[in-house]
């Protein structure tokens, strides 16, 4: 079990967006404002980043299938606005956690979580014919 004060680093949560998209980042920003603390600013940003990823699973599923192509076509724009997001509010500084005594937690930690949320959306998305191939 890790320490409560244990932290993704920023490139943990960059990586996890490219991988399982923005509901990724909600969680692993979520987490990291928990373990900060700061349970007002956990809930805001699992809604911020959660609506969205609410968001463009919308527009995945009102696009049609030609114009996606699979990951990339919808996986870029949200991987880049997610990233904007996180750089103009205060959701996205966590590389200051070490210098005040909190421990960082592995890239592939937050890969693995990225890869979880992205084969629970493909589920989902199968489960209810949203998904195209």
Avoid at 33 to 61: N, P, W, Y
Avoid at 91 to 99: E, I, L, P, T
Avoid at 100 to 112: D, K, Q, Y
Wanted: proline share 2%.
């Amino acid at each position: 079990m890790q320490d409560k004060t244990a932290q993704f680093k920023n490139t943990g949560i960059a990586i996890a967006t490219f991988v399982g998209g923005s509901f990724a980042t909600a969680y692993l920003v979520r987490r990291n404002m928990l373990d900060a603390g700061r349970a007002e600013e956990a809930r805001e940003a699992a809604v911020i980043f959660g609506s969205i990823g609410a968001a463009f699973v919308v527009v995945a599923s009102r696009t049609p299938p030609d114009l996606i192509s699979s990951l990339l076509g919808i996986g870029i724009p949200q991987f880049l606005l997610v990233l904007a997001v996180l750089r103009l509010t205060r959701y996205g500084d966590f590389s200051g956690g070490a210098s005040i005594g909190a421990e960082l937690r592995s890239n592939w930690h937050a890969f693995g979580i990225g890869f979880a949320v992205n084969l629970l959306l493909k589920g989902l998305f199968y489960c209810t014919g949203m998904l195209w191939a």
